[in-house]
C-alpha cells in the first residue's frame, strides 16, 4: 500500500519522526478518530494500516485463518533498502512464519529458555548489572539509558550465549552500531559484523557444545540448520535487547520521578514492579508492531484491506483504549497487550520481568540516591514507529568508590568493557 490509497481518503498520519516521538498519545488520538483501524505512513512512502482499538486488536492477534505473519508478498512491493525492512523482512525464524513452521521454530527458543533457572537468570542479571554499574560508580552522573539500560540485556545475553567475558566489546560495538548509526552505510556495516560475530559464534558452538542458548538451539530436536540457528540467535538478541533495555529505562525514569516511588524506598508502597507493569500498561516498549497480511481481501472493523497489505496492531493504542474490558477499577495492574497476545505473543515474558525488575533493583539498591537531572516532562525519546523509548536518562548520586569495603557488592570481577565516552 502507498500513502495516497487510504481509509476514507483521510490522510495517513505520520509514526516516524520527532512529533510521534515526543507525544505518542497525541497522534493515539487522532488516529481514533478513524475507528478501530488507521491508515498511517511508518516511514516516508511507506503506508500501512494500523490497529488501534482493543478488541480489533484482539480479534486479528487470534484469527490465524485470515492472517498471516508472512511478509514476503508485501516485502516485494517496497525498495531493498527500505528503511523498515530489518524490523520486518521475512528470516527463517518464528516472528515470521506461520502453522506448523512456527510451532517448530517457537519451541526452540522456549524450550531452551525454560531450561534456564530462574535463580540463575537473576543472578547472571545482577552480575551484567554490576559490571556496568562499576564503570560510572565512582562518577557521581550517569546517563542510564547509553550505560546501563541499553548494554544491560546484551551482557546478559553474551552470558546466555556463552561468550568469554573479554570477546563481549565484540557484540557490544556492532550492536552499539547498528542502533546508533544515523546513516545506511554505517548500518548496513554494522549490521553486516554483527550477523558475521553471530555466525562465528554458532560455528563454535558447532565445534564444541557448552550449557549455553546456543547449544541448546543447535541440540534441539526439531533439528535446525546452521543457518537457521543464526536467524535464531538473531531474533533472540533482536527481541530481547531493545524492548528490555526500553522496559528498564522507562520503568527507571517513572521511578526516579514519581514519588509515590521515591517514597516507597522507606514506606515499600509501591516497588520495581509495579513500575515495570505500569510502563508496560502505559508505555509499552513495542509499541506498534505485530505486522500482519490478510490472506485474501477481508473487510475489518469496517476497512477493506486487499491480500498483502501490511496491518501493525498498535499495543501502545489499544492499551489505552480498552473497550471490551470491564469497568471498574482493577487489582490485577489492568489487562494489557504489552507482550502481544495469540500464537506469537512473546514466548518469553516471564524471562524478561525477571531481568528487568532485577535490573532495576540491583541499581536503586547499590544507588539508593539516585536523582533525575532532567525532569521527566522534558526527557528526549528516540524516533521510529515501533517502540516507546527514552534517548537519555541523565542522573547524580553520592559517588561510590569500588574499594570503599562492605560498600559495594561489586567489587569482584571485571567491568563490562570501557566505559562510555
Ligand atoms: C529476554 C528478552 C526477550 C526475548 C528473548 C524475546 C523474544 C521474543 C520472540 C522470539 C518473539 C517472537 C515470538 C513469535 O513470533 O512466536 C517475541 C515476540 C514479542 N515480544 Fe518478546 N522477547 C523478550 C522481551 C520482550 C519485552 C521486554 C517485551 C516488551 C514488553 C516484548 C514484547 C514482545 C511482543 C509485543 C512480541 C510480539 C511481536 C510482534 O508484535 O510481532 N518482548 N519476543
Redesign the pocket.
Known sequence: MTSHAHVNHMPAIPLYGPDFAAHPQAVYARLREYGQVAPVDIAPGVGAYLVVGYRAALDLLHDTATWSKDPRAWQATVPPDCPVLPMLGWRPN??TSDGET?ARY?RV?TDAFAMIEPHTLRAETARAADSLIRRFAAAGTADLVAGYARPL?LVLFNQLFGVPYEDHDRLLAPMAGMLEAQNPEEATRAGAEFEEYVAELVAVKQRRRGPDLISRYLDHPAGLSAEEVVHHVV??LA??NE??AN?ISNALSRMLSDDRYFSSLAGGALTARDAVHDV?RNE???AN???HFPRTAVDFHGVRIQAGQLVL?S?AAANTTPDGLPPGPRTDGGAHL???AG???????G??LL??TTAIEQITSHLCDLEPTVPRSRLPWRPGPFHTALAQLPVRFSPVHPEQAGITPWTEGPAAGPAPS
Open positions: 518464528p516472528l512456527h517457537r527458543i540485556p531474533l533472540t527481541a530481547g524492548p528490555t522496559l508496560l509499552p516498549p513495542l508492531y505485530g505486522a496492531v499495543y504489552a507482550w502481544s500464537p506469537h505473543a512473546c514466548p518469553v515474558r524471562h524478561a531481568v528487568a
